[in-house]
Structures are given as C-alpha cells and as structure tokens.
C-alpha cells in the first residue's frame, strides 16, 4: 500500500514539473537578416513581437548586406538551423523556390483569412505559378536626393518632382567643380547594375524587364547617360575608382561633397539615423525619380519589394508564420515606418507615421507617389543565370571597354545560349 502512494506521489510530481515545463518553455525562432546592428526598426519590431508572444524568442543571425545572397544560399543549402529569412532581391526569390528552400503559405494565408489587398498589387507581383512564398514588409521607391547646400552654393535650382534625366545630367555638371581632394561631385552613381539598368527598365514602362531573356536594347540610354557624365562631364566618381575604394552611396553622400544620388527610399531611414547619431549634419531633400521625355507615364518609379519568407527546413512553421505575419502588418508597418523605412502597407495612417518621422525633409511627401511602380526584376525562373550575365556585362561597359553596343550584344548572345541550348 505504501509502495502504491509513494509511486503515484512520485508521478503527479512527474506530472507537476513536466507541466510547469512545458507551460515556461519558449520557442526560439533564427531569423536572418543583413545589417541588423544599423536598423533600430528590426530590434523594435522584434521587442513588440516577443511582448505580444511571451512564448516565442527571436534570435537575430546577423550578415553583411554584400555577403547576404551568398551566405544566405550557403546557410539554407547546408541545412544549418535557421526558420525565417528576409529576401533581399527577386533572383535570390526565384532562385530560393527552385531550390525548394521557400515553405509555400497558401494554406497559412487561407487557414487566417490572410488579406492580400493592403499590399497594393505587391503581393501578386511575387506569387509564381499561383503560390504565395512570401509576405512584403517593405518596398522602397527609387528616388533622388540632392544637397540642399551644394545647390546653393553652386547657384543652380533644386531637383523638382517633375525632372528628366538630361536635366540629372545637366544639373550634376552644374553643381560639380573642383579637383583632386577639392572635388565635388554633381552626383554619385553606386556601381550597382541597378544604378544603370533601372534607367532603362523605366523608360520601357514594365514592357521589358530584366528578366524578359531576348531583347536589351532598352538598357543602352541608361549606360549612355551615365558614361557621358563619367567620361565626358566628369560630374561622377569613375566606376573604377568606386569600385576599387568599395565607396558607397552612404558615405559618399554623407560626405558633404556629393549634390545628388539616385537610390531607393530605405536611404530617407539611414539619413535620419546618421543624423540622429552625429553622424552627418546635411541639409538634405529628395524629389521623385527623373523621368524620360517620350515616357507615356512619366509619374512613374522603379520599386523593390522586401518580403520575408519562412525555411522550407524549419520545424517552427506555425510560430514563423505569426512572425512574417506580424511584420507584414499594419502594426508593424508602423514600426518600420517610424524609423524611416517604407513599408509595403502604406495605409493612410502608416504614411502619416512614415512622414511625421522626426528628421524627415519638410514638404517631401509628394517625392514618394507614384502613379505607375515598376518591378526592375519580377521572379522568374532564370532570374539568377540572368542577372549574373548581364553584371558581367555591365562591369565591362562602365569601364568602357566595351562599347554600350558591344555590351549588350553580349548580354543577348549569353543569355541565348545559357537558356535554349
């Protein structure tokens, strides 16, 4: 008798402590991203979250926003532990579903009544062959910026909202003087592919995209308007020398010596950070992207979309799905939109909240609309051999040697024979 109460003592103790367990255990959820340390809205929207989910941890996998891709790629093929990913460009996209390493979320979106429509179209610019593999917590706009000082001291008229890309080019000139350490430079091209490519894709209004594999004759007033400024207007740091000095946009800009660059709007958040933290004292505004004169759309600008997508691997499905979920949201649009990033809901409070942001430029909300967005590179299924070509290329055009021509004779002639032989 006493050996039966001791055995059932012993196991509603077992019972006890395995629920006190269980009811203080917490699932830890490995999110990637790139540059975690330099964006605050990452650590709010995650404090919020955890507040919100007192049983989920997120532990932040933080990696450099140059190595991102490819540690990425490493990462998920190696199987190394890891639930969600932010998505830093559409080939990486269509490259993570061919390789299986996106988990599909129709059955999440149907099973919560998940409202695609707040997401303006984004939503339906990601999904392939009818499945959604992703949720967009940001978009960034590609804009101008300009130096508010520059201009004034070179004497010449602020960007306006409705500017070519002759009158970038005439006004870079303009506010460009010095040599040698004395140099100002009119503007500062990011030896990026999407600095030039962008160009082009715009002026072809979403009729032609990078991924479109057959014709690029649409990339070469792009490249031609930025090897004049180069070469013959010397407004803009040469290719050369910014890629071997690994300049960038950020602290060119910053600098105090540059009058404009053309980037996306996640640069109106770093402006505001590096301002708050001492960092620069620019008196800086922005204007919507320059347009070309035959456009039928000039209001027009080219977008990039951000989404965050779940590990096809992860055995933390459930609780990654409440995490994406919840960054998507208008909530947490309003995190992000705080700090200066533009969100992917931009409802009319969120764009209040983005606006209202201490340190954003007076009067400057009219440079974020625009009447037609444009995806410089949707998903497709050869998107990442596509891109790879075409940044080969584009190397060897903007160190001019080869011609703009020559360049894109071989974009066509490579991508033709990596896909239909």
Do not use: C
């Not at 390789?99 to 392939?128: A, W």
């Not at 040599?179 to 715009?202: C, D, F, R």
């Amino acid at each position: 008798m006493k050996k039966s109460l001791l055995i059932s003592f012993i196991l509603i103790i077992s019972i006890l402590l395995l629920t006190t367990l269980s009811v203080g255990a917490q699932t830890t959820l490995r999110l990637v991203l790139w540059d975690y340390d330099m964006s605050p809205e990452y650590h709010e929207l995650i404090e919020v979250f955890e507040e919100q989910n007192p049983d989920i941890e997120v532990e932040v996998v933080d990696v450099t926003s140059q190595d991102y891709g490819d540690k990425l790629t490493v990462m998920l093929s190696g199987g190394e532990d890891l639930d969600i990913f932010a998505v830093k460009d559409m080939p990486g996209y269509s490259n993570f579903i061919r390789m299986n390493h996106l988990e599909p979320l129709g059955k999440y979106m149907e099973q919560d009544n998940f409202d695609t429509s707040v997401y303006s179209g984004l939503m339906e610019e990601i999904q392939v062959d009818g499945e959604y593999y992703a949720i967009p917590f940001r978009t960034d706009n590609w804009i101008l910026y300009y130096n508010k000082d520059l201009f004034d001291e070179a004497g010449v008229e602020y960007p306006t909202n409705d500017m070519t890309w002759p009158e970038f080019r005439e006004k870079a000139d303009a506010v460009a003087s010095g040599e040698g350490s004395n140099k100002i430079y009119g503007a500062y091209i990011q030896p990026w592919m999407s600095l030039a490519t962008n160009l082009g894709v715009l002026k072809a209004e979403g009729e032609y995209t990078l991924a479109n594999g057959e014709d690029y004759d649409f990339l070469a007033p792009g490249y031609e308007l930025y090897l004049k400024m180069q070469y013959e207007d010397q407004s803009v740091m040469p290719y050369g020398e910014a890629t071997t000095s690994s300049a960038h946009y950020r602290t060119q800009f910053q600098s105090g010596r540059v009058g404009m660059m053309y980037i996306g709007t996640w640069g109106i958040g770093q402006l505001i950070s590096d301002g708050k933290a001492g960092r620069h004292d620019m008196n800086w505004g922005i204007a919507k992207s320059p347009h070309w004169d035959d456009m039928e759309e000039p209001d027009s600008a080219i977008a990039i979309v951000t989404p965050m997508a779940i590990n096809a691997n992860s055995d933390k499905k459930d609780e990654a799905w409440e995490f994406i979920k919840f960054a998507g949201s208008e909530e947490g649009a309003k995190i992000f939109a705080k700090h200066g990033v533009l969100p992917a809901v931009k409802t009319e409070d969120v764009l209040d909240v983005y606006t209202s942001a201490d340190g954003f430029p007076e009067n400057a909300s009219a440079a974020l609309e625009a009447k037609q967005l444009i995806l410089e590179f949707p998903p497709a299924p050869n998107a990442g051999v596509i891109s790879s070509i075409i940044q080969e290329e584009h190397e060897l055009i903007m160190l001019n040697e080869v011609s703009v021509e020559e360049g894109i004779e071989n974009i066509e002639k490579r991508i033709d024979m990596e896909l239909n032989w």
